[in-house]
């Protein structure tokens, strides 16, 4: 094993430490949010590392050297990870970008959509390989900053892509020790971007349980829950965004003969090839999403506005980062296929408010603030040839 440098301080980023430590990568860490870097490091000197508790098992893994500064930890990676939300992978992507080795694989976790278009737009011409998770293998929370994460739950099997996809088995080699979950490889990037679970997940149940709740007030008690509250509207608003993320990647595979459309699995299949001992009753997609345990008592984003008086978060990031990455992502490649997306546009224009952003306006991905989107018109592809190219 040799250096693998780790880009964040958040959840993520204390469970790859530890797990990356315990079998015996040379970690960095590049953290040059605030001070995160000073606050990992004065944690990780209280214990000598940092501590992943599973629940029935800890493993602990101590960075050899922690930083803000890329030209102390970038150069002489093998492996860096971009352990980050999607609106953190421009910045980080333009801050390592002249400290990398030729033969680096720069992998985010997760991809999100589009990130292969946003990663060649950033470090075009420097042979360097690109991977992505379609989601984060487990859910985890930091307990003690610097010191201590917990794993809440991990993924059966977690989907992934490379580019250049002949890197695929040599990527795959390298991530399997470091995560449980079985990796589902794709044969592009274009099926991750599609296959993106969340991106469906976490707008349509904020837009099925939040729409028109703009103006209530919760006891912290009574903020209702994410996805055991699911209900037969809000499964209908998901059914229906899955049902057009299925007809796009029909239109992609009709016009593209490489893409293989069986890739992109519906949610209802995800979720019960995802979460296969967690789900009690799968028999439909409102009953797998109640009856998920690793779901359990994870409640709609709230913030506070009194004593004890919470109000929904709609900028949150299940709106502020899968819509952008996501969402209109989609919408871009339905675009470029022709297919139409009404669920997807509902969604979209119902978010696009909450976050006072204006990406879809009149039926066009025209607003001001597409360019902070990653769809794929942002990034010159105008046509199907340009997109088969990409
Ligand atoms: P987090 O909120 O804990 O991490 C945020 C970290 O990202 C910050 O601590 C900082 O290090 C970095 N960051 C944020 N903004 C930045 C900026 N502008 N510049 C540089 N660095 C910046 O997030 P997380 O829980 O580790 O999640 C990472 C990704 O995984 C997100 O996309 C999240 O949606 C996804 N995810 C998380 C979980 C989970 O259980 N934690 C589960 C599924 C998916």
């Known amino acids: 094993m040799s250096k693998l440098t780790i880009c964040g301080g958040g959840n993520a980023a204390h469970v790859l430490i530890a797990l990356a430590g315990h079998i015996g990568w040379d970690v960095d860490v590049f953290a040059p949010l605030a001070d995160e870097a000073e606050r990992l490091q004065a944690g990780v000197s209280v214990r000598g590392g940092i501590l992943a508790n599973y629940g029935h098992k800890t493993v602990m893994g101590r960075p050899r050297r922690i930083s803000a500064t890329p030209a102390e930890v970038i150069p002489g990676s093998e492996l860096i990870l971009l352990a980050l939300p999607a609106f953190a992978h421009g910045s980080t992507l333009q801050s390592i970008a002249d400290h ?39 859910a985890c929370r930091i307990s003690t900053y610097g010191q201590e994460a917990e794993i809440l739950g991990t993924k059966a099997e977690v989907d992934l892509a490379a580019a250049p996809a002949a890197e695929l088995s040599r990527i795959t080699q390298q991530l399997e020790p470091l995560f449980s ?105 409102r009953r797998a999403f109640n009856t998920n345990r690793a ?46 997306t009404p669920t997807i546009d509902e969604v979209i224009i119902w978010a696009q408010e909450h976050l006072d952003k204006q990406y879809l306006v009149n039926g066009e991905l025209s607003g001001p603030n597409l360019v902070e989107t990653r769809a794929p018109q942002i990034y010159g592809i105008q046509t199907l040839a340009q997109l088969a190219k990409a």
């Open 100 to 138: 990398l080795d030729r033969e680096v694989a720069i992998g985010a976790l997760p991809a999100r959509g589009g990130f292969d278009y946003q990663a060649f737009s950033i470090l075009p011409n420097k042979g360097v390989r690109i991977f992505g998770l379609q989601t984060l293998p487990w």
């Open 295 to 340: 779901y359990v008592g994870l409640k709609l984003p709230s913030r506070p506005v009194g004593p004890n008086s919470f109000a929904i978060d709609y900028k949150a990031r299940y709106l502020a980062e899968d819509v952008p990455f996501g969402l209109v992502v989609l919408r871009g490649i339905a675009a470029l296929v022709g297919v139409r």
């Open 181 to 285: 979950s079985k990796l589902s490889p794709h044969s592009s990037f274009l099926s991750l971007t599609l296959a993106n679970t969340g991106q469906l997940i976490h707008p349509g149940i904020m837009y099925g349980l939040g729409r028109g709740k703009e103006g209530d007030r919760f006891a912290q008690d009574d903020i209702p829950l994410f996805y055991q509250g699911v209900d037969d509207p809000t499964a209908h608003v998901l059914q229906s965004l899955s049902d057009e993320v299925q007809a796009i990647a029909g239109a992609v595979a009709a016009v593209l003969p490489d893409f293989n459309p069986r890739e992109v699995a519906t949610l209802h299949e995800w979720i019960l090839r995802a979460y296969p001992a967690d789900i009690a009753d799968g028999s439909s997609l």
